[in-house]
Every structure is written in structure tokens, then in C-alpha cells.
T-cell receptor, first 111, second 114 residues
Framework: SQTIHQWPATLVQPVGSPLSLECTVEGTSNPNLYWYRQAAGRGLQLLFYSVGIGQISSEVPQNLSASRPQDRQFILSSKKLLLSDSGFYLCAWSVPGVRQYFGPGTRLTVT | AQSVAQPEDQVNVAEGNPLTVKCTYS??????LFWYVQYPNRGLQFLLKYITGDNLVKGSYGFEAEFNKSQTSFHLKKPSALVSDSALYFCAVRDENYGQNFVFGPGTRLSVLP
């Protein structure tokens, strides 16, 4: 069966510090991968999605970046965090054309 | 462009009563429609989807949704609400003509009162 992991589960970082959030998927090959941010327990904002290794599409210009170094690994990064980067970050995968499967999320607080 | 609207921020219903959470969508091609539920500090859990076929779709935990093409709606329903159904509900759409992006509605918070 397929599983999706995200870590860390929670993170508190000062403004200006770097960020690295990791997402890995098991039990499937060549999935589409997604990063979302959810602010204040409401709507999801799509940040990045990837249809293959090294292929990243950015939906919202900001100080975040994403990379896909391996087929089932998706990393969200920042060189310098802003207060506005606080939120709940969700990773998801899908088989093309079918439903998405979400990870447990990372709660990021920028202080 | 594709979009999803959930016109109600909050829905309150008494336990045992039927519930409806509304969703309308806009796409250029045929829609793939989804409902997810989110409990506090958790990822989204899949409830049901409509791709093609019967307009009435049955999903997890007794939920169902009806696809209405003329009204571009995909409302989520349950005949008898439980207190444990209290959560945040998201409707999502993927346009078959718009690549692999899923667009989510803003969410509706459901409170089931005992």
C-alpha cells in the first residue's frame, strides 16, 4: 500500500533562517507531487507541483522553492523565512488524473 | 480557468439531522470533482469523487454527493449527522483540459451539535 511521510511534524524557526521540509512517498512510482500551504485552518494554496524528477511548476511567486531530487521525494525550501511563511504545509501525491493523497502536514511557526 | 466556491463558511446542524455542504465549480472541460475532510492539525482525508457515471456518488463514513451539471454543483450530503462529523470540508476540482492541478474551495466548517 502507498504511504506518504512528512517531516518534521512541527517547526519553530526565527525570521531570516533557512527552511527545509521533506516529503517522501512509498508504494508508488512516478507520482505527481504537490506542496500546499494552509493559513489559519482554512483554504489551501498550491505552492508547487511536480510531474517528474527535476520538473517543478511554481504557482505562486515567493521566497520558497521546491526540488524533486528523486522520484518519490519532494523538498520545500527557503533561504530566508518571513513571518508570512507561517502556516500548515501539506504535501500530496496523485496518480495522474486520479485523486490526491495527503501527508500529515508540517506546522511551521516563524517567530 | 478552473475555480471552486463553497458559499458557506460555517454550517451548523443538530446530531441526527441531515446535513448538506454546498459546492459549485467552474471549468472549461469535463470536471473531476472531489470532497475531502480535515480534522484539526491533520492532513486531508478523501471522502469521495466524481469522474464519470452516476450523478449520485457514495463515499466514506456515509457521505454522498450529487453531481449536477446544469447547476455546476457538487453538494455533499449525509442523511444523519454525527458529532464526530464536525470538521473542515473541502471541495476540489480538476479540469480535464487543465493539466494536473487540483483547485480547492476555501473550505466549510461543519459543526454538529449534540
Amino acid at each position: 500500500s502507498q504511504t506518504i511521510h512528512q517531516w518534521p511534524a512541527t517547526l519553530v524557526q526565527p525570521v531570516g533562517s533557512p527552511l527545509s521540509l521533506e516529503c517522501t512517498v512509498e508504494g508508488t512510482s512516478n507520482p505527481n507531487l504537490y506542496w500546499y500551504r494552509q493559513a489559519a485552518g482554512r483554504g489551501l494554496q498550491l505552492l508547487f507541483y511536480s510531474v517528474g524528477i527535476g520538473q517543478i511548476s511554481s504557482e505562486v511567486p515567493q521566497n520558497l522553492s521546491a526540488s524533486r531530487p528523486q522520484d518519490r521525494q519532494f523538498i520545500l525550501s527557503s533561504k530566508k523565512l518571513l513571518l508570512s511563511d507561517s502556516g500548515f504545509y501539506l504535501c500530496a501525491w496523485s496518480v495522474p488524473g486520479v485523486r490526491q493523497y495527503f501527508g500529515p502536514g508540517t506546522r511551521l511557526t516563524v517567530t | 480557468a478552473q475555480s471552486v466556491a463553497q458559499p458557506e463558511d460555517q454550517v451548523n446542524v443538530a446530531e441526527g439531522n441531515p446535513l448538506t455542504v454546498k459546492c459549485t465549480y467552474s471549468v472549461s472541460g469535463n470536471p473531476y470533482l472531489f470532497w475531502y475532510v480535515q480534522y484539526p492539525n491533520r492532513g486531508l482525508q478523501f471522502l469521495l469523487k466524481y469522474i464519470t457515471g452516476d450523478n449520485l456518488v457514495k463515499g466514506s463514513y456515509g457521505f454522498e454527493a450529487e453531481f449536477n451539471k446544469s447547476q455546476t454543483s457538487f453538494h455533499l450530503k449525509k442523511p444523519s449527522a454525527l458529532v464526530s462529523d464536525s470538521a473542515l470540508y473541502f471541495c476540489a476540482v480538476r479540469d480535464e483540459n487543465y493539466g494536473q492541478n487540483f483547485v480547492f474551495g476555501p473550505g466549510t466548517r461543519l459543526s454538529v451539535l449534540p
